[in-house]
């Protein structure tokens, strides 16, 4: 929510990649996340009664526990920034970055870019997928082959994915990852290979 991407948070309410729990079960969380969202960000006022519902509904499929850290830290945010605006109907929520991540997280494995679990390799000229593998990578931002940024990078709870930029010179590079949280680098063994000639 802090990166204020309300349509993103209202398409992870809709797909079923919501991680450990049955997505049925913590949908209604991810969807009044979202629309609160929409209303302290984009002013549209009409979506502080359907977030405030989905909450009611989250509480009610959700108060038998069982949940993750991410699950957990949505759950409670989505209750600050409903009473928050209960507390303060007539005036705007205000929702502040702060540094650091609800979970803990990291990076485990570097691989190709097509569910093959394959080490990660590709031509000098960059555009080869790459999957970074780690725990709760929800937040990541940027992603670095050695010092240069990727691009097209999405991620999602467990992994990220990334396209390979260009690289002036063959050899291995450890990849970077960077969220709110901070920066966490791939363990030595997990790398991302430039070939010279080679295809991606």
């Known amino acids: 929510m802090q990166v204020r991407d309300c349509a993103f948070l209202s398409d992870l309410a809709a797909n079923d990649s919501l991680g450990d729990l049955s997505a049925d079960r913590v949908r209604p969380l991810y969807r009044g ?20 519902n989905e909450l009611t509904t989250a509480e009610s499929t959700l108060a038998t526990g069982g949940l993750d850290c991410r699950h957990s ?13 209960e507390e303060s109907a007539s005036g705007r929520v205000r929702v502040v970055a702060a540094a650091g991540t609800a979970c803990p997280w990291s990076v485990t494995r570097v691989a190709a870019g097509d569910s093959s679990g394959t080490p990660a ?7 080869t997928s790459v999957e970074v593998s780690g725990v709760n990578m929800m937040g990541v931002t940027a992603v670095c082959f050695g010092d240069t940024p990727g691009v097209d990078v999405q991620a999602s709870f467990d992994s990220v994915f990334v396209t390979s930029p260009p690289a002036d010179n063959p050899g291995r590079v450890r990849i970077t990852v960077e969220s709110p949280g901070g920066r966490r680098t791939s363990p030595a063994g997990q790398v991302f290979e430039y070939v010279a000639g080679g295809s991606g």
């Open 73 to 85: 830290a949505a759950f409670g945010l989505l209750r600050r920034v409903v009473a928050a605006h």
């Open 121 to 127: 390799s590709g031509p000098l000229s960059g555009g």
């Open 33 to 52: 996340l979202a629309d609160a969202c929409f209303a302290a960000f984009e002013g549209k006022d009409q979506f502080w009664t359907s977030a405030a």
